[in-house]
């Protein structure tokens, strides 16, 4: 007998109808997880919010390098308050 493989799912977003295609399980669970937090995060904000939000997320993401920056002073930052706090 021949195992059965994993050749592809898709998953379809009930509230808003995105589509998302994973080549394995672990992929198309964490690529559902992602959207629902998406999702969650999305519904927290307000309009404006949401606005300025995806503008900054806009610009982070157009340059990997400030990306990895911003990561880096976050956490400097995070360890300068434990050492002072």
């Known amino acids: ?8 799912a898709t998953y379809r977003c009930g509230q808003c109808g995105a589509e998302r295609t994973a080549a394995t399980e672990a992929e198309h669970i964490k690529a559902i997880a992602a959207h629902r937090d998406a999702h969650t995060v999305w519904e927290r904000l307000a309009p404006v919010e949401r606005d300025g939000f995806v503008a900054v997320l806009r610009e982070i993401f157009s340059m990997p390098e400030l990306c990895q920056e ?3 002073l976050a956490a400097a930052e ?4 434990t050492r002072r706090g």
Do not use: K, N, V
């Open 1 to 8: 007998m021949t195992p059965q493989g994993w050749d592809q």
């Open 70 to 72: 911003l990561i880096a």
């Open 78 to 81: 995070s360890q300068s308050e």
